[in-house]
């Protein structure tokens, strides 16, 4: 039953995903042209070049500069899309068929969770491929292509590069921690949605709203506090070892023991109201 649970979130938001693939192929196309119009017309310009030329490049670049805005809103949107599901699945009216499923509260939590991980990585994806594309046609129509193709003696490094322990111990905590961070944002939205239920009968929406913007204020402003304390504890491990990385990897380390702990809470908490305390009234 969970795995058809699973199904049906998937294609409760992927009908809404299509068209904003599209959309995204689409700013790619609009951006991609941009791009290359601004190189050329920056790299052809002199400096006795007159104010409509100016403006031309101002304008290119504005466009541009909105294209790559649109682009990394669409991920956002596609949050909003993943909390609304959510919203309507366990604490609308809808929520009513959710919970007569042959599924623990535990299970609808997972499928969400792990709906709203696989669409965001995919959405994370073709918008950095789409930047890709942009960044490569700006950087093609600002080169002479005409020596592309010559011979060239290959440069060799005076100093070859080592990947220090270190710094491998502070890449691999950089990912836990953007991977720990990504999945605690998610259960704190769910919380706070589901939170929302327990206290108001009227006016849902509103009040999931609000929890939400609410939990994200205060969460920011407790994540800032926190990030100093691991600092400073860090810079005091740092100061009593001759290891430079010993103070990144002291507060990464416990950024990431606290950002796994809250999650745990943030889903045992919502499991929680989920089976006890969730007001579909």
Known sequence: MFKKLFKHDLKSVIRFIVPILLVLVALTLVGAIDAIALGRVATSMSEDASFLDIMLVMMTYFLLLLVIIA?????????????????????????????????????????????????????????AISIGIIVVCLGLSTIDLSNIFLPSEP????????????????????????????????????????????????????????????????????SNVIFTICSVIGLGAGTSSSNPYTVIIVALSIMLAILVASSIFFFLATKYMLEKKLNLA
């Open 71 to 127: 682009i990394g809103a669409i991920a956002s949107v596609v949050q909003i899309l993943v909390l609304v599901n959510y919203y309507k699945s366990t604490v609308s009216d809808e929520a009513y068929l959710t919970f007569t499923l042959p599924v623990k509260p535990r299970d609808i939590l997972i499928s969400k969770l792990l709906n709203s991980s696989l669409w965001s990585i995919v959405m994370t994806i073709a918008s």
């Open 155 to 222: 440069s060799i490094p005076s100093e070859p590069f080592v990947l220090e322990p270190g710094m491998v111990v502070v890449l691999i905590l950089m990912l836990l921690i953007g991977i720990a961070y990504f999945f605690n944002s998610q259960l704190l939205y769910f919380m706070s949605i589901t939170f929302s239920s327990t206290i108001t009968r009227k006016h849902k929406v509103l009040s999931a709203i609000g929890c939400v913007i609410g939990a994200n204020a205060i969460y920011g402003i407790l």
